[in-house]
């Protein structure tokens, strides 16, 4: 009765659509979960995740989990994610993503999940890091380690959606610094972010682990903008 009480005073809400969720709902409602437009890059190694790196950064696999469309489902749930401290969708994503991923792992052992850290400013800020979740997820689904304190943020700058394209493409090469010692070494890491627009953050990322001698690298993100 309590319970009934309190979601009748404090509604759920689709993070989707901000329609009220039914009692056997969470978190999306059932037609938003129908409509997610998953990409399905884990069956294609050549997908366009992957692409994105060519000539750029040696990754051993990378894809995403869904398309991001302009005032679509995904762009509320990120939009959501990041600011409205939903941190429950990372973690729901995550879990639908786990099984293709297991499907990856049986032929690219990943070692590590490694999240795209942010500047310890931001994280104050928000207090949270959007895709500690997701990454969490994955990496309990893989039965494998997550690590955040290998990769850190030097540099505070300004938030990726507030730049244009052009702007998103000149990430400063010294922005992200790689903290290791030697069990580090020889690691297969999975690196995890929560949108691919160009690339050039996930670049310099990876760019910073591959110091860490005998690396390899992968990436998933949780969406992939074609802007």
Do not use: W
């Amino acid at each position: 009765m309590i319970k009934n009480l309190i979601n009748l005073l404090f509604p759920k809400i689709c993070n989707g659509c901000n329609s009220f969720l039914l009692t056997n709902e969470n978190l999306l409602c059932s037609k938003c979960r129908h409509d997610l437009p998953f990409t399905n890059h884990y069956l294609v190694k050549n997908n366009e995740t992957f692409k994105k790196f060519y000539g750029r950064l040696p990754v051993e696999h990378a894809s995403s989990v869904v398309y991001f469309h302009k005032k679509g489902i995904v762009q509320q749930l990120i939009h959501n994610l990041k600011y409205k401290g939903a941190e429950d969708v990372g973690a729901l994503l995550g879990t639908l993503y786990c099984s293709q991923l297991k499907e990856i792992n049986s032929f690219e052992e990943f070692d590590v999940v490694i999240p795209v850290p942010l500047h310890k400013k931001r994280l104050k800020e928000r207090g949270y890091n959007q895709v500690t979740l997701f990454g969490t997820t994955l990496a309990a689904g893989l039965s494998i380690p997550y690590n955040d304190s290998i990769l850190i943020r030097k540099l505070y700058s300004k938030t990726q959606t507030k730049k244009n394209l052009l702007g998103r493409t000149e990430i400063n090469p010294t922005l992200f610094e790689a903290k290791f010692s030697e069990k580090e070494h020889g690691k297969h890491f999975l690196l995890v972010d929560d949108v691919i627009t160009s690339g050039a953050t996930l670049e310099a990322c990876g760019k910073a682990l591959l110091e860490i001698p005998g690396t390899k690298i992968s990436i998933v993100t949780i969406a992939f903008s074609h802007s």
